[in-house]
């Protein structure tokens, strides 16, 4: 690329800058492909997410039954009186904690600090596996002593126990997902695999943790306050 | 780092080292097309067969014993699946897709093989499980293609224990081994573009390809979820979609669930779907035409922003295929006026399709013929569907033939002959041998006057009232007495369709063989994947050095060029250019240097 042609596209700010970069018809747009990928695949994923939440409203508007009071059933007791759901705001934190400590690895990638990127990487993956660990118990509890089950429960509307089962077991699959694949990342950095290349995979994992986080704000959002 | 475009980077391929590596676990892009293209087709034929099954029943009732009601209602639900997710939609996508993408942008590959491998095996496990149906007890599900609930989880309903969870599960298969593949695709088309090929220097083929797969990437997952929720339905007993429902005097276990959101779960994926059929069907055949009739296309830039336009339309017109679901009136106002809207960048595209063949050159070749037949085809499903379109008149249509012969004329055959243009058009390149010309042209007009004969009087049994999915209609008031009389004649047309299929096979297969060897570029197409090397292209596609481009790829019958084609790869200095009136030629310098 000749010098004069890479300052005759360098990009401009703002909204002019996002119009220029847009139709300018570029042969290739700056961005690794692997990023690009990522970026459509968790615009799909949002559409699935999307469709899921949107039937969870539907289905909560079409059952007869009346919907049972979250905020009671995912209260826990500590020393008496119950707190309204304490578990899913630990949760909530611990996930958005990871995300943080994700930030931070993404950081250390691009300054090549092999040593403390794969220590956040490893610190995110632990805070991962942490939340999943706090859901087998929720499911746990509820399976077991609240007698919650897919098809009906004892409080209300059988719809919240399906929703409950299929929304978060899908979500917690997500971020088991996220945990072995940030685990595998980390391994690979370790044996010297991005050395060469670049450490863009870190920021590209971290695409794909952030977005498992932002959902799970939505899903407390609509599922747990709403 | 500074970034460095994919194209100006030295790339590892996988370098296959033997037979197996090679043909079956290949990761070159070309094979893996092959081997989508080959099992699409074979199961394609699976459906041909079903839907010859229950012609024979609706044309000769009574005579035959070949199938029961219930084996009807499967071949209905089959035949409809089939053809549309596991023909159409792999082969344009999965076979075109997988063959041109590359080729066409001047790469050696995809961005991503070892995935785009995966997709393919994803693919055939999802097939298998969809064919496994048939064996298992209950044999597969006969809900109809659409899978309303509740009917499909009733013991009326044949398949309703094994058959509707295999086909679910198998959905749900194809819709990961499509993710895969479609990742690819549109990341290819982005990315890997060689030098000099901006965006809107593509051909056509790879634009419909394009958007068809950014549709499926966004409407799959609503179907994903309908399929979901609906094992979660069939295998937990949940209520997703299931309200409290009485089968024969007794309440069944469900409570409260809604199937008009399975309806609109569907739907949101259903309607783009048609697109992600249709757009690639465009793309092709605006090549294929173009090519033929040693004339560019005319409007490129119109038909790059229909396509798109028509992709975005089509995510807001989905209820239109609910009018009798039960809709806020205002519902079907909205979405009637949406579908319409489509209406306009999509006669736009045949208006081009017809201005680039005023005044050609044309060359009746095999393809051609096909492309032809094609807008005849679609311009006639189309038509029917602005009827369709509009409540008023959907109502009295709806669930009778005219909406069967309304979309296999649209999204059946049009898209069918675009996929046989299409494959004689590039078999010269995938197999380096030409094929019978003869023959094919018999094929065409089998085909073409096969298929009127036996959709046109659809069109007349539907106005009259006659409803579709009927195992045997017997006798009513409402129905002229004809009407036995045309299924009996759409019948053996249909059979007389079916067979001549054999045709393209008997071709294909004698032309591997026999056909003369083919010229590298035996059409005068400009387009890359004729200025390969090797024919057919080998493993990396390009030899050293990729292909730099240097104009769009419609440069037909230039006045002053020393052919009738100035191939995309062609250098200014050597032949001129003629697109100023598409390309400023100072800003396509600077884009050179870049």
Known sequence: MSEAAATSMAPSDGVTGLVDDWTADKQTYHVPWGKAMMWIFLVSDTFIFTCFLTGYLNVRMTTTQPWPPQSEIFALSFGGAPIPLILIAIMTFVLITSSGTMALAVNYGYRRDKFRTIMFICATAFFGATFVGMQVYEWSKLILEEGVRPWGNPFGAPQFGSVFFMVTGFHGLHVSAGVIYLLWVARRIWAGHYDKKGFEIVEIAGLYWHFVDLVWVFIFAFFYLL | ?594
Not at chain 2, 413 to 433: C, D, E, T
Not at chain 2, 538 to 553: E, F, Q, S
């Open chain 2, 1 to 594: 780092m500074a970034y460095v475009p994919l194209a100006d980077q030295e790339l590892e391929l996988h370098h296959p080292h033997s037979w197996v590596t090679k043909y079956v676990w290949s990761q070159d892009h070309k094979v893996i097309a092959i081997q989508y293209g080959g099992t699409a087709i074979a199961v394609g034929l699976v459906a041909l067969v079903l839907s010859l099954l229950m012609r024979m029943q609706l044309g000769f009732p009574e005579t035959f014993d070949l199938i029961d009601p219930n084996s009807y209602y499967q071949s209905v639900t089959m035949h409809g699946m089939i053809m549309v997710i596991y023909l159409l939609t792999a082969l344009f996508l999965g076979g075109f897709g997988n063959y041109l993408i590359p080729l066409m942008c001047g790469a050696r590959d995809m961005v991503f093989p070892f995935m785009n491998m995966l997709s393919y095996w994803v693919y055939l496990v999802s097939v298998i499980i969809l064919l496994a149906s048939f064996f298992v007890g209950g044999g597969p599900t006969g809900a109809g293609w659409t899978l309303y609930p509740p009917q499909t989880s009733m013991a009326g309903t044949p398949g309703h224990d094994m058959g509707i969870v295999l086909m679910l599960l198998s959905l749900a298969v194809f819709i990961v081994a499509f993710t895969m593949g479609g990742l690819n695709y549109v990341v290819t088309v982005l990315q890997y573009r060689c030098r000099g090929l901006t965006m809107m220097r593509l051909p056509l083929a790879v634009w419909g390809i394009f958007v068809a797969t950014v549709l499926g990437l966004f409407a799959f997952p609503a179907l994903l979820v309908a399929a979901i929720m609906m094992l979660f339905d069939t295998l937990l007993g949940t209520s997703f979609f299931m309200p409290a429902v009485i089968e024969s005097g007794t309440a069944l276990d469900y409570d409260g669930g809604s199937p008009i959101l399975f309806q609109h779960l569907f739907w949101f994926f259903g309607h783009p779907e048609v697109y992600i059929v249709a757009l690639p069907a465009f793309g092709l055949v605006s090549d294929v035409l173009s090519t033929h009739a040693r004339k560019n296309i005319f409007g490129y830039r119109m038909m790059v922003w229909a396509i798109i336009a028509i992709g975005l339309l089509s995510f807001i017109v989905w209820a239109h295929h609910m009018y009798v679901s039960g809709m806020h009136p205002y519902f079907g106002f909205f979405f009637a006026t949406t579908t319409l809207i489509i209406a306009v960048p999509t006669a736009l595209k045949v208006y081009n399709w017809v201005l680039t063949l005023w005044e050609g050159d044309i060359r009746m070749n095999a393809p051609m013929y096909f492309a032809i037949g094609f807008i005849f085809t679609f311009i006639h499903g189309g038509l029917t569907g602005l009827f369709l379109g509009n409540v008023v008149i959907d109502l009295p249509l709806s669930d009778t033939y005219f909406v069967v012969a309304h979309f296999h004329m649209v999204m059946g055959v049009s898209p069918i002959l675009v996929l046989f243009a299409a494959l004689y058009h590039w078999f010269p390149k995938m197999s380096g041998r030409m094929y019978h010309e003869g023959m094919a042209k018999l094929h065409f007009w089998c085909t073409f006057l096969g298929t009127y004969a036996i959709y046109l009087p659809m069109h007349y049994l539907g106005i009259h009232g006659v409803p579709r999915r009927y195992y045997a209609l017997g006798t009513t008031e409402f129905m002229v007495p004809a009407t036995q009389d045309a299924n009996t004649a759409i019948t053996i047309a249909a059979l007389f369709v079916g067979i001549s299929q054999l045709l393209f096979f008997i071709n294909v297969f004698w032309s591997l063989r026999n056909g003369e060897k083919a010229d590298p570029n035996p059409w005068g197409a400009n387009t890359l994947e004729w200025q390969t090397p090797d024919t057919p292209p080998i493993h990396g596609n390009w030899g050293d050095k990729l292909p730099t481009v240097y104009r769009w790829a419609y440069d037909y019958s230039v006045p002053g060029a020393h052919e009738d084609f100035i191939p995309q790869n062609t250098p200014e200095s050597v032949e001129p250019t003629v697109d100023e009136e598409h390309f400023d030629p100072d800003q396509d310098q600077s884009k050179a240097d870049l």
